[in-house]
T-cell receptor, first 113, second 115 residues
């Protein structure tokens, strides 16, 4: 089945630094999404991308839907301690009766104050 | 608070046993999804129900089964448990059978430990 390769697996950064993570797939997706999971919580949607080439921002977060439809990246600028968590990319296709999301394995972000 | 409620939050049991995890979706949502999160595998899609009927199946083992009841709550049954079944099990919900916006609302998860 479809798989997403997410990197890096983990990151340890200093507060104030910028962060970049990405996701690639061997197949095309119609939608790319980025979710964040805080410790002890379920994932929450941060950004959704619906068109190839689309660049979308949500506060300090910026994400792009790759032109090939096979990749996406997420940038976080000026990180703060509450950015700590696991960031998941997810892809979705509108084929058949299935609308389930395929998730990457996550990038675990640690921020030193 | 996503509005999705999962019980129990934590469960410890022995190999060979059977457990049931329960999920109440957000008010008004008709679709329920079950995901398994283990350390090395990320979020794995197990199964989806829409308005009481099975809609999509992912990497769900034959030892696992699920159902969605008329009041739209869902249960995930895990039987003949093995050590490798230890994981965090998430339930998520959405209004329709497809998440046209890509947004799923996740519960806080049920952490299962099999000893």
């Amino acid at each position: 089945g479809q798989q997403l390769n997410q990197s890096p697996q983990s990151m340890f950064i200093q507060e104030g630094e910028d962060v970049s993570m990405n996701c690639t797939s061997s197949s095309i997706f119609n939608t790319w999404l980025w979710y964040k999971q805080d410790p002890g919580e379920g994932p929450v949607l941060l950004i959704a991308l619906y068109k190839a080439g689309e660049l979308t921002s949500n506060g300090r977060l910026t994400a792009q839907f790759g032109i090939t439809r096979k990749d996406s990246f997420l940038n976080i600028s000026a990180s703060i301690p509450s950015d700590v968590g696991i960031y998941f990319c997810a892809g979705q296709n509108y084929g058949g009766s299935q609308g389930n999301l395929i998730f990457g394995k996550g990038t675990k972000l640690s921020v030193k104050p | 608070d996503s509005g999705v409620t999962q019980t129990p939050k934590h469960l410890i049991t022995a190999t060979g046993q059977r457990v049931t995890l329960r999920c109440s979706p957000r008010s008004g949502d008709l679709s329920v999804y079950w995901y398994q999160q283990s350390l090395d595998q990320g979020l794995q899609f197990l199964i989806q129900y829409y308005n009481g009927e099975e809609r999509a199946k992912g990497n769900i083992l034959e030892r696992f089964s699920a159902q969605q009841f008329p009041d739209l709550h869902s249960e995930l049954n895990l039987s003949s448990l093995e050590l490798g079944d230890s994981a965090l099990y998430f339930c998520a919900s959405s209004l329709r059978d497809r998440t046209n916006t890509g947004e799923l609302f996740f519960g806080e998860g049920s952490r299962l430990t099999v000893l």
